[in-house]
């Protein structure tokens, strides 16, 4: 690496001490919830993208990142025309920094790529955290995380009028499945994990079952088409007996968290119903809602960033007009707000991502591939690339993972 006039351990202290806050801010928040503190990781995150931006475009003038910043460019420039359209600009600043902001912190995974070993280590003790809360969550109830300042339909909910949904350190439900999910695929390359092989295991077995207990079932697709991706990935690449330990290993590994989970339930004398598929139906329902026509100006460019999502459902919280539509896919999210042309952008970034994983000649890009994969899947049924943390996460390991490695 060229020489950048920045001290790298320095700017590396510095994204560790932020992961830990963007992990643990969930929970803090529900006891100290004020613009100031909300604003504190939304102003990191920018800094933190511009210097990436900096270095990675103006210093280290990487000519596929400079390709990918102008196809991100285009999506963002794409998303804003609906907006000059519509005029909800408010719409538009939260969409920013809830879906598009994040991306951008993958160039400066970019430029941490050759000390992503220090970032899985933390992100291995932030998973252990995150069990470590949701446990105790668990024992102390619903009724009294109520007491103590926990929301209901916020931070805290319920399956099918029985199973607790626990928020753990990320403050919501969801957030915490999707980004153990997350933690439980990443940290399977740290050091921790590499080192001994029952570590690994045990990570494994705790995934799938706290994914399970957690009763977010889209989360459980995320992380068992990665996983299934990984195995045959691997399998691919190295000798048949090999192969066969692998898959022999990934087999009782699901086995054994599904035994694990479900003595849970009929411990609890809880009705298992994971499987029923009402809500899935209706999430297919109501897909069309919102949608611009494919032949106007609005089905070209969108309706503009945030029309629809999470940034949707926050602007309607505060009280102004908004879609208040949550989409449950993000595909049909990006096409809301971007349109054909935009949707274009994204599917062209997507191909290039991939592409330049496959050129970076690392021996362990098989990670990426099927994290990328499971994230494709769990798209189809909610808006996973607005959750938080877990889309910071993902895009600053990603643009390690586009760091070039020796194989």
Known sequence: MKNLNVKPDTLTIFVL??????????IISIFMDNIFFSSIKDIVLVILSLLGLYYVLLRLRLKSMTTLFFLLLGLFCTGTLGVLISGDWLSWVYGMKITFLPILILFLGVLLGR????????????????LVVWTIQYYLGIEKLMDIGYIYGVNIKTFTESLPRLPSIFGAPDNYAFTLALLGLIIEKSNICRKSKKILFFVKIFTLSF????????AVLFWIVSQSILAILKIYNIKIKTAYNILAVKMFTVCLGLIISFYYFFYSNIKIDLLNYNSILIRIDHWGSYLPSIFSINGLVGNGIGSVGAASRRVSDLGFLSSNYAVDNQYLAIFAQTGLLGSLFFLMITIYIIYMIIHTNRIDSQYTVALLFGTSVASLFSTILEIFPFNVIFWL????????KNK
């Open 17 to 26: 001490v932020y992961i830990t806050y963007i992990s643990i801010h969930g």
């Open 397 to 404: 390991y990603l643009g390690m993972t586009l760091f070039p």
């Open 115 to 130: 000390y992503e070993s220090k970032v899985t280590n933390l992100l291995f003790y932030i998973y252990i955290l995150s």
């Open 211 to 218: 994914l399970i207990l957690s009763t977010v079932r889209n």
